[in-house]
DNA sequence: GTGGGCCCGTAC
DNA sequence: GACGTACGGGCCCACG
């Protein structure tokens, strides 16, 4: 397909105006916004599209002026800085060979939707390159925008997902919202969320006006009050699609360029880049446009999206509407066990009274074999009225065989939480071959989120039914048993029918990639059913020690507000920043010496300790907060989330909410309980094992900086890993260039600080900021670290480099993380994403390796029952282990651990035991 | 009441 | 602007 890109000029310069610093060359005049205009051109050039326009905006009024005279009059006349580079950026990009479009009496945008609107007409493709959401209402098949500033592209999907309105409701969208900067009435009090639930509710602007009368409230006034200007409104904000045009689309290819008035004009501004681009490649660009990408533009797309048009599988169009079936007689039941024998592949949906697995009932489920087909059989409904549902443990005990027979596949979307379930009733499933979820995880960690909305809008195109719109939510919501049959039905199987058409869509993609693959079967699938064993085992709690410290900490926090109170002068909130922001800088008048990131005074500890030997108060509040952290988050939440029926918390594994690889623990989150301060260290006695168990802990030594050794191949790092001993230290004797021994406490703690540094990505500045030094001396020691370990330099630098060359960074095992920002215009959003490029490897490559060694431990726990594995910590493993089997269980588990992966240096795995999980460190 | 942004702090 | 990845509590404001 043929494809045109159309540029919003106007908006790009506004944009690169305000976002990039304002910059100027050496005779004074402004470059900044004509700087961000042309690197963004010159990244269109290289999409060698065959049809392309830049179209700006022409001085003087528009049609919209007539309309209504006060439109955009609240806005402020073009800075002088920015309207000095409007001509220069003419210069340029006709140089550059684009056609240029301006058109008087219109917008830009209306001559953007003419040409997208003839474009379409004509099957050609158009991608809209702009920064303005009103363009949105241009986008449908076949026609998308694309945002360069922040790297990221709008279609259908994305226009309802951004606004939660269709496309062609967006017109109706802007009219209800208005525009304060155009200066276009909207509806007075109606935001972007009541603007959509008004279109979702009545379909369109029309619908709106027609049942004004049925809004209540103030708001429902505050429509009425505006119905006479919404037509206008709607004028205002509808883009004109039929401005009489001297080109026509086929018009606008690619002209060649003026070699040197840009030569001339890319020295005058001092555009070094764009200038070396131009003298190494003196031929015209674009006279003979290519349509083929080269590898690296190919891999530089960030997500690989085969969303676009129709997907189908075997003939079924993966996005077409499915048919489902109640199943409530024994003979549907005996179909269906018939159709579940004879599949290749069960898709499979529990349905339950609560979201927290441990706390859940089942209530039905659903399967299905072949998509746009599959079934619901209720079983614990119960409502006024409710149809014969059949017997529960009837239909369980029939599918019991199937679910537990490993060489049946099965396939899930989060089916961690369906094992989970199905294990209350005893069955203990086996065969999990594919989870949708954890598919798009590994295809593309970042590109969505992996709940099964976001997949099927993104990957299939479809709108699923949401669970609020059949049990409601907040305080009106039901439990799923109490919703009807059909409803139910029609939600129930829809979830197991997208389930089988998502893997459908997705294990296609991850076929074509075999280390990908490799992840998704070898790592991520066998890892389910060891997080599902975790998390209904959960790790057993002593209650009474939490309420004993929750009661201590309490009283000192009593303390310290008493006193606190006494050196403000009155009462205030201690937990409150904003209060204690007032007291600090207002009445007492401390220095603020550092700022939050919106511009507040900050009261953070760094802050705190600033100021702390000018006044009693932030010591106290510092201490306070100690107390109040650890009682609020651990001491009283603990005590709170602990199981009656376990005497345990079962915490929630999440396997595709970390972007490295990571897993993340929530409800409650076990990997941040404290352990730096003796004080919050306490809160880990309270993690015990039975009567004749004990705890035991497994955790791997330094093992990032391990694997950077591995990946950087660093002579020295390596060396110093194998030698053993104590490998900050070691850093510190060659940075410093002394023996070890004769390393101080001080360039210890130095040398430390750069190794984790560098695993972050940290600058001198950073540096200097930990160490409490300065910035020379921090880049200095920076400057003799990388002097002394080359290989570090060069592995940090070449993974920049394939972050930028490629779009994503890979772990040890394959593992990728697309980055979204490397192109950014924005430097902080570019320098970010620079540091998550350098850590993810390394991050990555860590959470790949535990996994590893929980799914080798797991399995040889398997048969055994004088041990189990309860928590991960990123590196680490806590197990509870009867006391006779201590010896034999850290053999075993060390060894596991240290085979988790071959690197080319030692993997050290350190274990302890002991009666709490502090005791086992 | 609830949802969400902000600030802050805990872990690895 | 300056150190990567998470989760979560309390405050506070907008919204219903």
Redesign the pocket.
């Known amino acids: 397909m043929s494809k045109l890109i159309l540029i919003d000029g106007s908006s790009y310069l506004y944009r690169a105006f305000h976002a990039l610093p304002p910059l100027s060359n050496a005779q004074g005049e402004p470059t900044g916004a004509l700087f961000g205009v042309v690197n963004m051109l010159r990244a269109t050039l290289k999409a060698k599209p065959e049809y392309l326009a830049f179209v700006s905006d022409a001085p003087g009024p528009t049609f919209r002026d007539e309309l209504y005279d006060k439109y955009k009059a609240q806005r402020p006349p073009m800075p002088d800085d920015l309207r000095a580079q409007v001509d220069p950026m003419l210069a340029i990009v006709g140089a550059l060979g684009f056609p240029i479009l301006r058109v008087s009496g219109v917008e830009a945008d209306d001559v953007i939707g003419t040409l997208a609107e003839q474009a379409h007409a004509q099957g050609i493709e158009v991608v809209i390159s702009t920064g303005d959401k009103d363009l949105a209402q241009l986008v449908r098949p076949g026609v998308s925008l694309v945002n360069t500033m922040t790297n990221t592209t709008m279609d259908s999907a994305g226009v309802m997902e951004k606004f939660g309105v269709r496309p062609d409701q967006i017109i109706d969208y802007l009219t209800l919202v208005g525009d304060t900067v155009d200066n276009v009435p909207g509806v007075p009090?109606c935001?972007p969320?009541?603007a959509a639930?008004w279109l979702a509710e009545y379909g369109s602007l029309d619908g709106v006006i027609a049942n004004a009368d049925k809004v209540g409230?103030?708001?429902g006034e505050s429509l009425r009050d505006a119905l006479p200007q919404l037509p206008l409104s709607r004028q205002l904000v509808t883009i004109k699609l039929d401005v009489p045009l001297e080109q026509t689309v086929t018009d606008l290819t690619l002209r060649d360029k003026h070699v040197e008035q840009l030569r001339e004009l890319f020295t005058r501004y001092e555009f070094k880049a764009a200038l070396k681009d131009l003298e190494a490649n003196d031929a015209p660009v674009g006279a003979h446009p290519v349509r083929d990408q080269t590898p690296a533009e190919h891999a530089a797309i960030p997500a690989p999206d085969r969303a676009q048009g129709a997907l189908l599988h075997q003939g079924f169009d993966l996005s077409a509407p499915g048919s489902y079936e109640l199943v409530t007689t024994q003979a549907q039941l005996d179909d269906w066990l018939q159709r579940l024998s004879n599949a290749e592949l069960i898709a499979f949906d529990t349905e339950t009274t609560s979201i927290d697995s441990m706390m859940a009932d089942i209530v039905g489920l659903s399967l299905s074999v072949e998509p746009g087909k599959a079934c619901y059989i209720p079983l614990t409904h119960d409502y006024p009225g409710v149809p014969a549902q059949l017997a529960r443990d009837h239909v369980l005990a029939a599918l019991k065989p199937i679910f537990e027979d490993p060489n049946k596949a099965k396939l899930g979307q989060h089916a961690k939480y369906d094992i989970n379930i199905l294990s209350h009733y005893g069955i203990a499933l086996q065969g999990l071959k594919h989870d949708s979820m954890l598919e798009s995880y590994v295809w593309n960690a970042?590109a969505t989120r992996h709940d099964m909305d976001s997949l099927a809008r993104k990957y299939l195109g479809y709108e699923t039914v949401k669970y609020e719109e059949v049990a409601g939510?907040?305080?009106k919501q039901i439990s799923f048993s109490q919703v009807d049959l059909d409803t139910a039905c029609r939600y129930a199987a829809e979830d197991a029918d997208i389930t089988l058409r998502l893997h459908y869509a997705l294990w296609p993609l991850l076929q074509t990639e075999p280390t990908l693959r490799s992840v998704y079967e070898n790592i991520e699938i066998p890892l389910v059913p060891v997080l599902a064993g975790m998390e209904q085992r959960g790790v057993l709690i002593d209650v009474n020690i939490l309420r004993l410290q929750s009661q201590q900490l309490g009283k000192r926090m009593l303390e310290l507000q008493q006193q606190a109170w006494k050196a403000a002068g009155h009462d205030f909130?201690l937990?409150?920043?904003?209060?204690?922001?007032a007291v600090l800088f207002d009445e007492l008048g401390l220095p603020a010496k550092?700022k939050?990131?919106?511009?507040?005074?900050?009261?953070?500890?760094?802050?705190?300790e600033a100021i702390a030997d000018d006044h009693p108060l932030p010591r106290l509040i510092?201490d306070y907060?100690?107390l109040?952290?650890?009682?609020?988050?651990y001491t009283?939440?603990l005590a709170e989330i602990v199981n009656p029926r376990t005497g345990r918390v079962h915490t929630?594994y999440?396997q595709g909410?970390?972007?490295?690889g990571?897993v993340?623990?929530?409800?409650?989150?076990l990997?941040?309980?404290?352990?730096?301060?003796e004080e919050?260290?306490r809160i880990r006695q309270a993690f015990i094992a039975p009567e004749g168990w004990v705890v035991m802990a497994a955790?791997?030594s330094q093992?990032e900086l391990r694997i950077m050794a591995h990946l950087s191949g660093d002579e020295g790092l390596m060396r110093a890993f194998r030698e053993g001993g104590d490998v900050h230290r070691a850093t510190a004797a060659e940075v410093f260039g002394l023996k070890p021994e004769e390393v101080s406490t001080n360039q210890r703690r130095a040398a430390k600080?750069i190794n984790?540094?560098l695993?972050?990505?940290?600058?001198?500045?950073?540096?200097a900021?930990?160490l409490g030094v300065d910035r020379g001396e921090a880049s200095d020691y920076m400057a003799r670290y990388f002097a002394r370990y080359p290989g570090v330099h060069a592995f940090m630098e070449a993974t920049r480099e394939q972050a930028h060359r490629d779009g994503y960074v890979e772990t040890i095992f394959g593992r990728r993380l697309y980055l979204e920002n490397l192109k950014a215009r924005n430097?902080?959003l570019r320098?970010?994403a620079e540091?998550?490029a350098?850590?993810?490897p390394m991050?990555g490559s860590?959470a790949d390796i535990i996994k590893r060694a929980m799914i080798s431990v797991a399995a040889w726990l398997k048969e055994r029952d004088d041990a189990h594995m309860l928590m991960q910590?990123?590196?680490?493993l806590v197990f509870e282990v009867r006391k006779d089997a201590v010896e034999e269980v850290r053999a075993a588990v060390v060894a596991r651990m240290s085979g988790a992966a071959e690197l080319r240096v030692p993997l050290l795995v350190e274990a302890g035991v002991g009666a709490n999980w502090d005791e086992a460190h």
């Open positions: 009090k935001g969320k009541t639930k409230g103030k708001i970042t939510k907040g305080a909130n937990d409150s920043p904003k209060q204690l922001q550092l939050t990131p919106t511009g507040q005074p900050s009261t953070n500890e760094e802050a705190l510092l907060r100690g109040a952290k650890l009682r609020s988050t009283e939440k929630s999440h909410a970390v972007a490295t990571r993340s623990s929530s409800d409650p989150n990997q941040n309980i404290p352990v730096r301060t919050g260290r955790d791997y093992i600080a984790f540094g695993m972050y990505g940290m600058s001198a500045f950073g540096l900021r930990q430097q902080a320098a970010g540091r998550a350098v850590n993810a991050q860590a910590v990123h590196d680490e």
